[in-house]
């Protein structure tokens, strides 16, 4: 099986701007979780999806959002892009009464 | 908010050496993961435990998690280059979300 894919790995952004990250899960898992990862405050998580709704949130502002689609992909947004977002962005899918988690690679987003 | 203290954060050893690192917090978790992270990649699952006073090996690398489902260790015996990495525990709550540590970096130097 394929593992969990995320693109793009790098981006450079601005102040201000937005981004949208991507995820693809391993086949077959239907939650999907994203990340924070920074030198400072290490690894926090934003929000978990499973099937199509969220279903926990992290203490991140409303800048910073998430959908999933029907075949269990998803995406992160983030608004208003400011320099502390610069981070290592992860996805994690498990599947079902699993509750191991199988990270991606990451999104590396510099904010400049 | 429930917090996961780990330490040493950083541990620079010589190969051959044995090593522990400890994962602290006051807060019960359901269960508690060990993951290992190499850079330029997300983090990998090493271990699970779920019962208090569980041990589990895993070659050279022993899990232990406290009787009472608060803190837990890794202990490294005979530490390799191979080893050299972010190590990081997490805890699970009662509400499926994991709780990471800060973060362990290993370096084992030949």
């Known amino acids: 099986k394929a593992g969990v894919t995320q693109t793009p790995r790098y981006l450079i952004k601005t102040r201000g701007q937005q981004v949208t990250l991507s995820c693809s899960p391993i086949?077959?898992?239907?939650?999907v979780s994203w990340y924070q990862q920074t030198p400072g405050q290490g690894l926090q998580f934003l929000f978990e999806y499973f099937s199509e709704t969220q279903r926990n949130k992290g203490n991140f502002p409303g800048r910073f959002s998430g959908r999933q689609f029907s075949n269990s992909r998803s995406e992160m947004n983030v608004s208003t892009l400011e320099l502390g977002d610069s981070a290592l962005y992860l996805c994690?899918?498990?599947?079902?009464?699993?509750?191991?988690?199988?990270f991606g690679p990451g999104t590396r987003l510099l904010v400049l | 908010t429930q917090l996961l203290e780990q330490s040493p954060q950083f541990l620079s050893i010589q190969e051959g050496e044995n090593l522990t690192v400890y994962c602290n917090s006051s807060s019960v978790f359901s269960s508690l993961q060990w993951y290992r992270q190499e850079p330029g990649e997300g983090p990998v699952l090493l271990v699970t435990v779920v019962t208090g006073g569980e041990v589990k090996k895993l070659k050279r690398l022993t899990f232990q998690f406290g009787d009472a489902r608060k803190d837990s260790s890794l202990h490294i015996t005979a530490a390799q280059p191979g080893d050299t990495g972010l190590y990081l525990c997490a805890g699970l709550n009662a509400g499926n979300m994991l709780t990471f540590g800060g973060g362990t970096r290993l370096m084992v130097k030949p």
């Open positions: 086949s077959g898992h239907r939650s």
């Open positions: 994690a899918s498990r599947p079902p009464g699993v509750e191991t988690q199988y």
